[in-house]
């Protein structure tokens, strides 16, 4: 009779690893030297057990999770554009983000010889315009169109509506009432201000929330749009998430997944599809002009959260993109990182790899139950647009973006090349095409804007005056 290949080791219970890692620990305190503390007010054990869990979660899926290379392009020329975007899916882009500024765009000409049976189009819009976004819905494509209308995300970002809060709710709903085509998608939700601005994985997730249930019950008020966005049963037409995803790695997997469980339970308060669509891009906040080359181990380390994390649509960053100019060389690099992961580390292949493992299950469930209590807290004291109108939810990013700023003061938090083993001889004063920095512009607002801010720009700040000296 053959043994099984586990037969000669028996299993250790969690108890007995702690009882043996303390006495390795020779007196020393077991949660002072092993244990620490996230942002997140998370505790993060050395090890996890399947003791941990009274049930272990289902598979998610039983095919390999897809995912799409995106490249972003801002649209300032239109001929200039297309051509841009051909020649990206020529050198291996899956799908376009074109980024309009204005409504005078020729959508034909955009999108000419583009084949849209294969290659889905998102459309982030700066302004906002039903005829423009019905035009935009009228594109016949089986490979999805996704029109990216977000008021509240602009209201947050720019401190101000489009127009005012009943005009802009009235084109959404108008907008959602009239897409009836299933393979188009009408809503999203700009999660990445909050994560680019200092919020916590835990508000992220809890202001996503709040952000779309405040859609949900905008919608769900008038039957009209509410039918049609009920009646849209496919994953392309669902709401489509923007999330920013930082260096924390595993956190950072939890987070996406933390955040699909969360809209599944805000869908089946509505009783609506269950699916969202993810598409994430790289943290702004950890990025450095000094040492920019680091960017791109950053972005990598990124992507691969987003991927392992689930997401639909990964767009990546160029490692330059804060100081330089668009230019094919970095954009080119972004792009083949994703085709490398891709391709080469057959990131497409495994189905959901996270699934089953003890530490990042124990996070995401973390994580989602605090932004859930978060949520509650948020819809107790009025929902998300009366607090954002106090300046609450400006108030509570701004002191977790204090923490974490603290943090790269002092050294706790490390950025190679800036805070950690800097190179002193490095000039970057002539190379900077864009500023880098926060702009403030004096101007009449509704609320206080909520600011995307880098950790390393007062440091780098000192750096570029002292080149001058």
């Given at each position: 009779m053959?043994?099984g290949?586990?037969?000669?080791?028996?299993?250790?219970?969690?108890?007995?690893?702690?009882?043996?890692?303390?006495?390795?620990?020779?007196?020393?305190?077991f949660?002072?030297?092993?244990?620490?503390k996230?942002?997140?007010?998370?505790?993060?054990?050395p090890?996890?057990?399947?003791?941990d869990?009274?049930e272990?979660?289902?598979?998610?899926?039983?095919?390999?999770?897809?995912?799409?290379?995106?490249q972003?392009?801002?649209?300032?020329?239109?001929?200039?554009s297309?051509?841009?975007?051909?020649?990206?899916?020529?050198?291996g882009?899956?799908?376009?983000?074109?980024?309009?500024?204005?409504?005078?765009?020729?959508?034909?000409?955009?999108i000419?010889?583009?084949?849209?049976?294969?290659?889905?189009l998102y459309?982030?819009?700066q302004?906002?315009?039903?005829?423009?976004?019905?035009?935009?819905?009228?594109?016949s494509?089986?490979a999805?169109i996704?029109?990216?209308?977000?008021?509240?995300?602009?209201?947050?970002?720019?401190?101000?509506w489009?127009?005012n809060l009943?005009?802009?709710?009235?084109?959404?709903?108008?907008?959602?009432?009239?897409?009836?085509?299933?393979?188009?998608?009408?809503?999203?939700?700009?999660?990445?201000?909050?994560?680019?601005?200092g919020?916590?994985?835990?508000?992220?997730?809890?202001?996503?929330?709040?952000h779309?249930?405040?859609?949900?019950d905008?919608?769900?008020?008038?039957?009209?749009?509410?039918?049609?966005f009920?009646?849209?049963?496919?994953?392309?037409?669902?709401?489509?998430?923007n999330?920013?995803?930082?260096?924390?790695?595993f956190?950072?997997?939890?987070?996406?997944?933390?955040?699909?469980?969360?809209?599944n339970v805000?869908?089946?308060?509505?009783?609506?599809?269950?699916?969202?669509?993810?598409?994430?891009?790289?943290?702004?906040?950890?990025?450095t002009?000094?040492?920019?080359?680091?960017?791109?181990?950053?972005?990598?380390?990124?992507c691969?959260?987003a991927?392992l994390?689930?997401?639909?649509?990964?767009?990546?960053?160029?490692?330059?993109?804060?100081y330089?100019?668009?230019?094919?060389f970095s954009?080119?690099?972004?792009?083949?990182?994703?085709?490398?992961?891709?391709?080469?580390?057959?990131?497409?292949?495994?189905?959901n790899?996270a699934d089953?493992?003890?530490?990042i299950e124990?996070?995401?469930?973390q994580?989602?139950?605090?932004a859930?209590?978060l949520f509650k807290?948020?819809?107790?004291?009025?929902?998300?647009l009366?607090q954002?109108?106090?300046?609450?939810?400006?108030?509570k990013?701004k002191?977790?973006?204090?923490?974490?700023?603290?943090?790269?003061?002092?050294?706790?938090?490390i950025?190679?090349?800036?805070?950690?083993?800097p190179?002193?001889?490095?000039?970057?004063n002539d190379?900077?095409?864009?500023?880098?920095f926060?702009?403030?512009?004096?101007?009449?607002?509704?609320?206080?804007?909520?600011?995307?801010?880098?950790l390393?720009?007062?440091?780098?700040?000192?750096?570029l005056?002292?080149?001058?000296?």
């Amino acid at each position: 009779m053959s043994s099984g290949l586990f037969d000669g080791f028996y299993s250790v219970s969690a108890k007995q690893w702690k009882q043996q890692i303390q006495f390795d620990l020779k007196g020393a305190d077991f949660n002072d030297r092993l244990i620490w503390k996230s942002n997140e007010d998370i505790s993060v054990k050395p090890f996890y057990h399947s003791d941990d869990f009274k049930e272990f979660p289902e598979p998610s899926n039983t095919q390999a999770t897809p995912w799409s290379i995106c490249q972003a392009i801002f649209v300032a020329d239109v001929k200039k554009s297309n051509k841009k975007a051909i020649e990206a899916i020529g050198k291996g882009a899956e799908s376009i983000k074109f980024i309009l500024p204005s409504e005078t765009v020729s959508i034909d000409e955009l999108i000419k010889h583009i084949d849209l049976e294969i290659t889905p189009l998102y459309f982030e819009l700066q302004f906002l315009s039903e005829s423009f976004i019905k035009q935009l819905s009228g594109i016949s494509s089986k490979a999805g169109i996704h029109i990216q209308t977000d008021i509240i995300g602009n209201l947050a970002r720019h401190g101000n509506w489009f127009q005012n809060l009943n005009s802009d709710f009235k084109i959404l709903r108008h907008v959602i009432a009239n897409s009836t085509n299933q393979l188009v998608s009408t809503l999203s939700v700009d999660v990445s201000l909050y994560q680019n601005a200092g919020a916590n994985m835990v508000q992220q997730l809890a202001y996503a929330l709040a952000h779309a249930n405040e859609y949900m019950d905008a919608i769900s008020d008038d039957p009209v749009p509410f039918a049609t966005f009920k009646e849209n049963t496919t994953a392309k037409s669902c709401i489509v998430f923007n999330v920013s995803v930082g260096s924390n790695y595993f956190f950072e997997i939890a987070k996406l997944r933390a955040l699909r469980l969360l809209w599944n339970v805000l869908a089946d308060t509505y009783g609506i599809h269950p699916e969202c669509h993810i598409m994430a891009t790289p943290s702004k906040r950890n990025k450095t002009i000094y040492d920019y080359n680091i960017n791109l181990l950053r972005t990598t380390t990124e992507c691969m959260s987003a991927i392992l994390g689930g997401a639909n649509t990964v767009c990546n960053s160029p490692y330059d993109a804060i100081y330089h100019k668009t230019n094919a060389f970095s954009t080119r690099m972004s792009r083949n990182q994703l085709l490398i992961l891709k391709h080469e580390s057959y990131f497409n292949k495994v189905n959901n790899p996270a699934d089953g493992t003890y530490y990042i299950e124990s996070l995401t469930n973390q994580l989602a139950e605090k932004a859930l209590i978060l949520f509650k807290d948020i819809e107790a004291n009025g929902g998300f647009l009366n607090q954002l109108k106090a300046g609450t939810i400006q108030r509570k990013i701004k002191e977790s973006a204090a923490k974490e700023q603290q943090q790269f003061d002092s050294g706790e938090a490390i950025l190679l090349g800036s805070n950690k083993h800097p190179n002193p001889h490095e000039k970057m004063n002539d190379a900077l095409e864009l500023y880098p920095f926060v702009k403030t512009n004096q101007r009449k607002t509704l609320l206080e804007p909520i600011l995307e801010k880098r950790l390393a720009e007062k440091l780098e700040q000192n750096r570029l005056k002292n080149e001058n000296q």
